[in-house]
């Protein structure tokens, strides 16, 4: 971990915006704190993609660099529409999205509103699965495989037979948020991306377990700031844009 990947607790603003408040006989008031963004830090608001497809046990999708490209669900364009509502009316300067088609038709309704083309940001991809990747993980989850009881425990990829390790699979994802905070101080960013990938890069700014933030909803929204010092996890898995009621059933892993 780098010294930029800091723990998610804010620290009190010494910059002077924050003020006391004189009251009588020169009794100083200190108000609690509220955070503020630093002007040139990056706000970024973190999408996982909204529902895929099922996979169907013995049928392939189709893959982009090597990795299974289902398509959103009927309930996942839905989830992409109400994100839409959610944040069509914040502002939002740029939104990235992987190489893999689910994240484009999450972003879709969204970057219709607003009038921006996504970018593509292909290292912000999901881990890949090797053997496993595509129908054959939902199958190894289900059937309780040992090896599936293992990685979880292990909180490791390649537990599974070619998957992606953690390190390698950190040291692209990490450096493609530090190019994107980069090209975009002082601006809010929409990337939409996977659980996986959202799961990495909340854990390496709080400095959690490796899989304490893996396994966001669907279509949830959180959010990360990126100064030049530190990275502040401000927000995980918002939902309230797809149900007011607090979300309590378990998601799957990616």
């Known amino acids: 971990m780098n010294e930029k990947s800091l723990a998610a607790v804010d620290e009190p603003d010494v910059s002077g915006r924050v003020g006391t408040e004189t009251g009588s006989a020169d009794v100083r008031r200190f108000p609690q704190y509220r955070f503020a963004t630093p ?37 996942g364009r839905q989830q992409a529409d109400r994100l839409a509502d959610r944040l069509a009316a914040e502002r939002i300067d740029a939104i990235y999205v992987t190489s893999l088609r689910r994240t484009t038709e999450t972003a879709t309704p ?16 999901e881990v890949y699965l090797g053997e496993w990747e595509g129908w054959v993980f939902e199958q190894k989850i289900v059937d309780r495989d040992p090896l599936a009881a293992r990685m979880a425990r292990e909180q490791r990829w390649d537990v599974i037979p070619g998957a992606e390790s953690s390190a390698a699979f950190r040291d692209r994802v990490l450096p493609a948020i530090e190019r994107i905070a ?38 949830s929204i959180s959010h990360l700031v990126v100064t030049q010092t530190r990275w502040i996890v401000r927000r995980f898995n918002d939902t309230t844009h797809l149900d007011p009621r607090l979300s309590v059933r378990p998601a799957p892993v990616i």
């Open 182 to 219: 980069t090209r975009h101080p002082g601006q809010r960013v929409l990337v939409v991306a996977h659980g996986g990938t959202i799961g990495e890069i909340l854990a390496t700014a709080s400095g959690s377990q490796p899989w304490a933030f893996v396994g966001a909803d669907n279509a």
């Open 110 to 125: 969204l970057a219709r509103i607003l009038g921006i083309d996504p970018s593509v940001e292909p290292e912000l991809r």
């Open 39 to 75: 002007e040139d830090a990056c706000e970024l608001l973190l999408v996982r993609h909204g529902e895929s497809e099922p996979a169907v046990e013995g049928e392939e999708f189709a893959h982009v660099d090597g990795h299974a490209d289902p398509p959103l669900s009927a309930l």
